[in-house]
């Protein structure tokens, strides 16, 4: 018994270490004196400073939040107002608009990613952060109707049936089905600030998100993507020790009969927002147009394509010759 416990343990142990020691690895050496991936050479803020003054990676970080907070809201209302349409609606029609639905969510990414692609191409889309949007909503809209839709199936009809026609929505149904929204949003949002391979084939005009950013820089070494991993790592700490936390405090305050009220509530999601809201207003501030049509708005047709391999110039240069010259640069990395 003693033998069986102690395996089962350490095979915890290992699958731990399998999964967290290269997170670990990447927190220690963001703080690496060199830049050297295998040896540490002192404690050092560089690679943090670096990243803050790298023009590309603010811009990768802007993109990549405006585009998840957009796409995130417009998924859950557009998801949330179909799924309750579909559960009022025959059943027939319910399970073809759910076989559809269900579609992009099995299709490998790649086959997503190219038929968005040739629909942009189809419709001479230029390609930039527009259609980059648009996908994103498009691919976390099926999400979001598959986390309301069993809330919606284990709801008692008979609640909405007891309520004013006005009411019935918003005082019973929404409430009910909150927490599928909200895993819905929550899947939304991670779906889109993680994609790759579809925001790789429909964006352009010099417009990446931090997926595509960190792939062109594969090639060759750079210590402040561990900078930038290490925050996104403290920020998604963060938010899981809030959600893990709120729940049992408001067990706490009910079983000492003291709820929490939805002016606290409303008071911790209002700071979270004004956070987010601040932190992107920070962003655009070093984050400037790079679409071809606000270009040309502003310089007129003062405006310089360049095509390069990811990290092969110095980020700054385009910044002092946009300076000099008056000109603005759209300026697009690949990996090779």
Request: glycine share 6%; proline share 4%; hydrophobic share 50%.
């Amino acid at each position: 018994m003693k033998n069986s416990k102690l395996s089962r343990r350490l095979i915890l142990g290992c699958v731990m270490v399998f999964f967290y020691f290269p997170i670990l690895y990447m927190l220690i050496f963001s703080f690496n004196g060199s830049r050297s991936p295998t040896s540490l050479d002192g404690f050092s803020l560089q690679w943090y400073h670096k990243m803050f003054n790298d023009r590309n990676m603010m811009e990768a970080i802007y993109y990549t939040l405006v585009t998840a907070v957009v796409a995130t809201f417009v998924s859950t209302i557009v998801g949330t107002i179909t799924a309750i349409g579909l559960s009022k609606s025959r059943r027939i029609v319910r399970e073809v608009v759910q076989q559809i639905n269900d579609l992009p969510i099995m299709n490998p990414e790649i086959v997503t990613a190219v038929g968005l692609m040739l629909f942009y191409v189809s419709l001479h889309m230029e390609k930039g952060f527009l259609t980059m949007l648009l996908a994103h909503i498009a691919f976390c809209t099926p999400y979001v109707i598959l986390s309301v839709m069993p809330k919606l199936r284990g709801l008692d009809p008979n609640l909405a049936e007891a309520a004013r026609p006005t009411q019935a929505m918003w005082k019973v149904i929404v409430p009910q089905i909150m927490p599928g929204v909200v895993s819905g949003a929550l899947i939304a949002f991670t779906m889109s600030f993680d994609d790759f391979i579809i925001s790789y084939f429909v964006t352009g005009n010099g417009v990446k998100n931090i997926s595509t950013l960190v792939w062109t820089m594969s090639k060759r070494i750079n210590p402040s993507i561990n900078s930038l991993s290490t925050l996104i790592v403290i920020m998604i700490t963060i938010t899981l020790l809030i959600v893990n936390i709120v729940p049992l405090v408001r067990e706490k305050a009910a079983r000492n009969n003291k709820p929490i009220s939805y002016k606290v509530s409303g008071i911790v999601g209002m700071c979270f927002v004004l956070v987010i809201g601040g932190l992107l207003f920070a962003l655009k501030g070093g984050v400037g147009s790079t679409s071809t049509e606000d270009a040309i708005a502003k310089y007129g047709s003062d405006t310089l394509k360049v095509y390069n391999w990811g990290e092969y110039m110095d980020p700054d240069v385009n910044a002092a010759f946009e300076k000099q010259y008056g000109v603005k640069v759209i300026y697009d990395t690949f990996d090779s």
